[in-house]
């Protein structure tokens, strides 16, 4: 069938068959997802309502008994806070930037791989490579052998004598960062050429359509949900970098490289403010569910939940 | 034509080695002197050695690369035993409500783990679970299960209906049933879906960085412990990267056809 068939939201439950009655227990049937569910609702919920909790306290750990409930005072003395919505700023441009720029990278990359060529297989195990490097030992890498003023392959390919971290600190990050999302984003775009149905690209081809013709108006529409679903799960956990940043700049110079996830870590491994940081959290995750819920109607909606885009 | 076709290849090659490089000049400066690993112009060719090898397990990387291995192993099998019933219960005899609980799955995996790692923190200290094993074993378990649901179920989804029900005739009990007619066909599901929490287990930082330190380290944080270390030792960083990126590359490898599946939770084939 088509892949731009729509699936409803329902149609987990439209495909369910009609049962014997000896199914009337609901509770037999519900039986082996509970444990799955509880655990979730446990180790994913409660301390989520702790930190909705500890977003009302003031808090410092490093004054006993200073915990008190200070109502929205937190939240206030956060939006107060420069670095706050300096770090804000930051964790949008480091998402949108690098989701952009992989995708585009992805896109080329996906072209490239959609024929048939002399070791092919290589090459796209090369491609997806640097997202299978730990993402901890990419940062370190780049921090050091590529962006390193003096001996970095950077500069020596460039012929320049930049100091990367900290003249550009969060153009250095997004290029680690871009460099270890490249690979996701060739795989699923690749996927969404490799759906495409040969004969329509065929007739298409037999209509007298160009190959840049039948590029814009037959593979990119198709592809566009593929892309959709790449840049929204590529922006939830771009979102949350915080390996690239920890280990390649502290956030520094300064706080010119600084994301909510690495302020929110400072904020409470290294000041303490539990409050604080708490309230800060809170607001990640509220400004999180507005992407997330675009995700998950575009995971039900677009994709068929039943069955997978084939 | 045939030109045009044979200079796209050497493109596509010269493009996917420019991209890899910095993974390849990793496994170089491996095999480097801490002298070659520093020059100008960076050194292409040099006489191998493997005492980097050697200094990565004299710095101790040995207890990390235990603690990442049992915390792998131990959250990846308590995701599939968690995961697997939970999925049937959502694809071959759903339960009322499926697509509320699969949202509710997938809305976890969304939910920024930063907003959660100060009363994680807290939690952990109070029952005496930091810089414990445990404290990540519960942790990754509940980062993979959702993704491993979603991914389980999408396979799941492919038994055929008539199998199961011709099975239900011929009046297979349930256990029968999973065991002769699903899990035939699930079980190379089962498989890459043990194989894509390994990579994510594997490679998660930030819990591991904030939970552990010398006792429950894994292999992040161990690597971490590099940007601390007085003057970098590139040569045995690059040996300490390849080591601690070894076991996924291999994985990832070996998965790669179910690399997209895994990734986009069993949404794209």
Known sequence: MTTTEIAPARAGESAEQPKPRRHANPWKRRAPLLPALLFTIAVTQIPFLVTVFYSFQSWNLVRPGSQHFVGFQNYVDVFADSTFRGAMLNTVVLTVVCVFVSMALGLGLALLLDRKFTGRGVVRTLIITPFLILPAAGALLWKTTMFDPVYGLLNFVLGTDIDWLSEFPLGSV?????????PFMTLLILAGLQAQSKEVLEAAQVDGAGRWRTFASITLPQLSRYLQLAALLGAIYIVNSFDAIYLMTQGGPGTASTNLPFYIYQRAFEGFDVGQSSAMGVIVVILTLIVATFTLRLMFRTFDVSGGVK | MRLGRISLTAFTWLVAILFVFPVIWMVLTSFKTEADAYTDPPRLFFSPTLEQFAGVFERGFLPYLANSAFVTVVSTLAVLVLAIPAAYALSIAPVKGTSNVLGFFLSTKMLPIVAAIIPLYVISQNVQLLDNVWALNI??????LPLAVWMMRSFFLEVPKEMIEAA?????KLPTLLYKVVL????PGIAATALICVIFSWTEFFYAVNLTA????????????????EGLYWAQLSAAALLASLPVMIIG???QNHLVRGLSMGAVK
């Open chain 2, 139 to 144: 942790l990754y378990t509940a980062m993979n």
């Open chain 2, 253 to 255: 490898w070996i998965a």
């Open chain 2, 168 to 172: 239900r005739v011929d009046g297979a």
């Open chain 1, 174 to 182: 997004m290029a680690q960062v871009v460099w270890q999302w490249t």
């Open chain 2, 214 to 229: 010398a006792r429950a380290g894994t292999v992040p944080v161990f690597l971490s412990g590099f940007i601390t270390s």
């Open chain 2, 184 to 187: 035939p066909v699930v079980a």
